[in-house]
């Protein structure tokens, strides 16, 4: 089985790299399946309960497909310091998850998708008409963006790719380049 689990910053572009990668698998014969995992059963477990029954479940999917995780565990070490008031020690504990799942982690690709220095500044206006945020929006953001990047470095996954979005309204041709890049590297790794 092979998993890529795609995670970044809201309004990145994830959702559009994972429609572009699975018609990419999809003309390389594959068959991928996205999985999305709603806040709704995230409320429903609780968020470390289920975190701690995701790479249990991630291993009982049969071995024929991909799998494309939108969001995952890693999100939630971010999320979970910035929203739900974790502790970094609580926070740690995906990474904990991770440890316990090595031999799975083979199979597994990260790309997390983080917007450029030099574009910041458009993306907290896109946020803004997006989302009622109360607090200051950019420091939230950079807040965001610097837990993302130490989350990328904490992980477990050995095959991860950073990629930094240089330019928003101008994103199309970027995430189709890169997913073809991924579908032709999910079908050989």
Known sequence: MKTIIIEGIDQIGKNGL???????????GKTPIELHFSNYFVEQLGHIAYYSKFFKFLESL?????????RSHIGEFVYGQLYRNYSENLANYVFELERSHLNYLTNCCLIMLLPSFSIIEEFVNIRKDNYALSQNQLDLILKEI????????LTWIPHKFLYYIKDLNDNFEFLEKLAQRFANYAVNF
């Open 62 to 70: 049969p071995n024929d497909y991909i799998y494309i995780c939108n």
């Open 146 to 153: 610097k837990l993302f990047k130490k989350a990328f470095a």
């Open 18 to 28: 994972i429609k572009r990668l699975m018609s990419h698998l999809i003309k390389l």
